[in-house]
């Protein structure tokens, strides 16, 4: 079982940033690849970024693609992801989730758990 707690949403206007974390409760975390989602009311769960077990390969979804990065420390079995630009259309709760494997995706069905999310709004 891993346990998932992100932390670092909040209120920010739009053109800011903000910088998501992800705390994973045990080590074997790093051996897997891990990933981004959001959900808004009455819509879909939504990719959001993706990267696998070392790091050095990260896959993004074209909305975010240039103002998002998602990175990870795997010795503090820590993910991140860093929202520039931030626009109100990002507004959403962010969750992070821990792969079935070693790669990045973007399916959610190659996730095993989840978070319980953090709210981000970003204002006009």
């Known amino acids: 079982q891993v346990q998932l707690v992100e932390s670092g949403g909040g209120l920010v206007q739009a053109g800011g940033s903000l910088r998501l974390s992800c705390a994973a409760s045990r080590r074997t975390s790093s051996n897997n690849g891990m990933g981004w989602f959001r959900r808004t009311p009455g819509k879909e769960r939504e990719f959001v970024a993706a990267i696998n077990w070392r790091g050095d390969d990260t896959t993004y979804a074209e909305s975010v693609k240039g103002r998002f990065t998602i990175s990870r420390d795997n010795a503090k079995n820590i993910l991140y992801l860093q929202m520039d630009s931030l626009k109100p259309e990002d507004t959403a709760v962010y969750y992070c989730?821990?792969?079935?494997?070693?790669?990045?995706?973007?399916?959610?069905?190659?996730?095993?758990?989840w978070g319980q999310g953090t709210q981000v709004t970003v204002s006009s």
């Open positions: 989730a821990h792969g079935r494997s070693s790669y990045s995706t973007s399916q959610p069905s190659q996730y095993a758990y």
